[in-house]
């Protein structure tokens, strides 16, 4: 599946050339209006958490963590808000078990974050700071690095 946010008119016209280009029909479009996509700010604070992670955990890499907070933090966000993801994503994914389901959210690069609006995107974050707060490891403090400016 294909998803594409438009931030304005002049956007239609890349993805007109995108659907002209398709060799195969018939295809379905939805249209929905959307919450603003995730920032760059966001996404570049998540990917530095992975690797501070990875490194105070010693055992693990930043794909490895990033995989672990995707299915601990970002299924559950993507389930409750996308039930269209969640019936295709839940119906492949549900019988595996857990370090299957690891290895297929790092080997298929499976799509969490990367769909997420900034506030689903915020929630994610604020969970895994939390998470990990507890458990002695102390991420980078997103305010230094505005994160109260991404949740606007």
Not at 2 to 26: E, F, G, Q, Y
Not at 80 to 106: M, T, V
Not at 118 to 140: A, H, K, N, S
């Amino acid at each position: 599946m294909t998803s594409r946010i438009l931030h304005s008119p002049d956007d239609v016209d890349a993805l007109a050339n995108m659907l002209r280009a398709r060799t195969k029909w018939p295809i379905r479009v939805q249209v929905t209006e959307s919450k603003e996509a995730r920032t760059s700010a966001q996404n570049k604070t998540i990917h530095m958490w992975f690797g501070e992670v990875a490194k105070a955990l010693g055992d693990c890499t930043a794909v490895e963590v990033k995989a672990q907070c995707n299915l601990a933090y970002g299924r559950p966000i993507m389930a409750r808000d996308d039930g269209e993801w969640q019936s295709a994503f839940g119906y492949i994914f549900d019988s595996l078990n857990h370090a299957s389901k690891l290895k297929a959210i790092r080997v298929l690069d499976l799509p969490f974050t990367r769909r997420m609006n900034v506030d689903q995107l915020c929630e994610y974050m604020d969970q895994m700071q939390r998470d990990y707060r507890e458990m002695g490891i102390f991420l980078t403090d997103p305010e230094l690095r505005g994160y109260e400016e991404m949740k606007r």
